[in-house]
C-alpha cells in the first residue's frame, strides 16, 4: 500500500468516480491516497484552519476518510492515511490534528482511538450526545 499526498488529477478523479465526496472535498484542503496497484484505494481530504478560539494556533481539520471497498477496510488503510495527514500537518507548524464524528459511525470512533486521538462528546441542551470531535495535539 502506497500512502502520499495527492494531485489536483487523482482529486479530479476521485470526484469524478465518486461524486458524493464532493460534499466534503473543498478548495483549499489536503488530499492524501492510499493507492494499490496503482488503483486509488480510499483518501483523507482535510484542510487547515486557525483554531477557532483567539489561542493563535492552526490546526488540521480531517473532513473525510474513506476507504472505498468494504473488504480494504479495517486493514489499517485508514490509519495508514492519518499518520500522513498527521505527519504533513506536523511540517506545516499546526498545533493539532482535529475531526468531528457522528455518534452512531463506531468504526469512524474507534479509528480514531486506535490512532491516539482523545475523544470529547458534543452534549446537547437536551442531553443527547450527537458526536464527538476527536483531536491530537502534534
Known amino acids: 500500500m ?6 489536483d488529477e487523482e482529486k479530479e478523479l476521485i470526484l469524478t468516480k465518486y461524486p458524493y465526496t464532493s460534499q466534503v472535498m473543498r478548495s483549499g484542503g489536503s488530499l492524501v491516497i492510499a493507492l494499490e496497484n ?3 484505494e480510499g483518501f483523507c481530504w482535510s484542510f ?8 493563535g494556533k492552526t490546526e488540521e481539520f480531517v473532513n473525510v476518510v ?3 471497498r468494504e473488504e480494504n477496510r479495517r486493514r489499517g488503510i485508514g490509519s495508514l492515511m492519518i499518520k500522513k495527514c498527521m505527519e504533513t500537518a506536523r511540517e506545516q507548524g499546526s498545533y493539532q490534528v482535529r475531526a468531528y464524528c457522528d455518534m452512531n459511525n463506531l468504526p469512524s470512533h474507534m ?8 475523544i470529547s462528546p458534543v452534549k446537547m441542551e437536551d ?3 450527537v458526536g464527538s470531535y476527536v483531536a491530537y495535539r502534534l
Open 127 to 129: 442531553g443527547q450526545i
Open 48 to 55: 487547515r484552519r486557525e483554531i477557532p478560539v483567539p489561542v
Open 66 to 68: 474513506e476507504v472505498f
Open 111 to 118: 479509528l480514531w482511538v486506535k490512532n491516539g486521538f482523545t
Open 38 to 40: 496503482s488503483e486509488i
Open 2 to 7: 502506497d500512502v502520499r499526498m495527492g494531485t
